[in-house]
């Protein structure tokens, strides 16, 4: 398996913009995470999806950001209007809700934005 | 509320010499704990997870932690660093039956030659 995809891997926009971030989880789970890894604020959870659901976005920091899982192989974060203080590394996990693994979040390799 | 505190921002070692990460946790319920590490730049890999089966826990790289629950405690332990050792590692909990992962804030492991 490819594992769960990010991209792009690297973003740099103007404040203002909107920036589109997208990921694919690993075939068959169907638990989708979306975290933001900043200096001052380590790892927070923004929101997950189970079954292309949105379960819980308490997470998300304010209206600019918004999430999407259409299907089960496809996720977006998209942040509208874009602010400098957004720059961060934004991950997306999946996990699979059975067995012995369904609490075992695998990692894609993040989207490092900046907003400059 | 879960929660995890990890006891070090940095440790330091010399390559060979053993290595300890400290995690203490809190949870209301039967939790679930793992460590993962993140080299730089890179996403976070899994090192190995306790789910409620043997307290001594064996992961990849030759890491293993032990969990104990008088002790709210969740240490990774490796006999002997190596330089690719050097990484973040995070202490993470997870409630049974909930979905979401509570990191904590990082330990970076620095190896010297």
């Known amino acids: 398996d490819a594992g769960v995809i990010q991209s792009p891997r690297h973003e740099v926009t103007e404040m203002g913009q909107e920036v589109t971030l997208r990921c694919k989880p690993i075939?068959?789970?169907?638990?989708l995470f979306w975290y933001r890894q900043t200096m001052m604020r380590g790892l927070e959870l923004l929101i997950y999806?189970?079954?292309?659901?949105?379960?819980?976005d308490s997470g998300m920091p304010e209206d600019r950001f918004s999430a999407k899982m259409p299907n089960a192989s496809f996720s977006t974060l998209k942040i509208q209007p874009s602010e400098p203080r957004d720059s961060a590394v934004y991950f997306c996990?999946?996990?699979?809700?059975?067995?012995?693994?369904?609490?075992?979040?695998?990692f894609g390799p993040g989207t490092r934005l900046l907003v400059l | 509320a879960q929660s995890v505190t990890q006891l070090d921002s940095h440790v330091s070692v010399s390559e060979g010499t053993p290595v300890l990460l400290r995690c203490n946790y809190s949870?209301?319920?039967?939790?679930?704990l793992f460590w993962y590490v993140q080299h730089p730049n890179k996403g976070l890999q899994l090192l190995l997870k306790?789910?409620?089966?043997?307290?001594l826990v064996k992961g990849i790289n030759g890491f293993e932690a032990e969990f104990k629950k008088s002790e709210t405690s969740f240490h990774l332990t490796k006999p002997s660093a190596h330089m690719s050792d050097a990484a973040e590692y995070f202490c993470?909990?997870?409630?049974?039956?909930?979905?979401?992962?509570?990191f904590g804030s990082g330990t970076r492991l620095q190896v010297q030659p």
């Open positions: 075939s068959g789970h169907d638990y």
């Open positions: 999806f189970n079954n292309n659901v949105p379960i819980d």
């Open positions: 306790y789910t409620s089966a043997a307290t």
């Open positions: 996990a999946s996990s699979s809700g059975l067995g012995l693994s369904r609490e075992t979040q695998y």
């Open positions: 993470v909990v997870s409630d049974t039956g909930r979905r979401a992962l509570t």
């Open positions: 949870s209301s319920y039967s939790p679930s």
